[in-house]
Nanobody, 124 residues
């Protein structure tokens, strides 16, 4: 049974930092590209960042460039998202997702497995 479990979401003040983690089990983690997506109330799920199997290919959404850093540890089956200089508009449920296709994707469709998400709230 494949499981993706996110953690680290919480209430943080604007300008603050937060690191989200996603622990994957039941899957050959090193065979999967790993993505982070987010969904705010009333909005569609949007791409945040993706990291390839080996970590050599990384892509960010424009809003994440310069503020967020995605990383993975294939020995620990985890993918992380470090978020800095958080803004109110970063408030959302953040999901990690696994994609076993050969190319990294910035759209949700190819991702086969999803976590339940972790809530990030940026507010003073």
């Amino acid at each position: 049974q494949v499981q993706l479990v996110e953690s680290g979401g919480t209430l943080v003040q604007p300008g603050g930092s937060l690191t989200l983690s996603c622990l994957v089990s039941g899957l050959f983690f090193s065979d999967s590209n790993m993505g982070w997506f987010r969904q705010a109330p009333g909005k569609e799920r949007e791409f945040v960042a993706v990291i390839s199997r080996t970590g050599r290919a990384i892509h960010y959404a424009d809003f994440a460039k310069g503020r967020f850093v995605i990383s993975r540890d294939n020995a620990e089956n985890t993918v992380s998202l470090q978020m800095n200089d958080l803004k109110a508009e970063d408030t959302a449920v953040y999901h990690c997702a696994a994609d076993r296709s050969l190319v990294v994707s910035t759209t949700p469709a190819p991702y086969e497995y999803w976590g339940q998400g972790t809530q990030v709230t940026v507010s003073s």
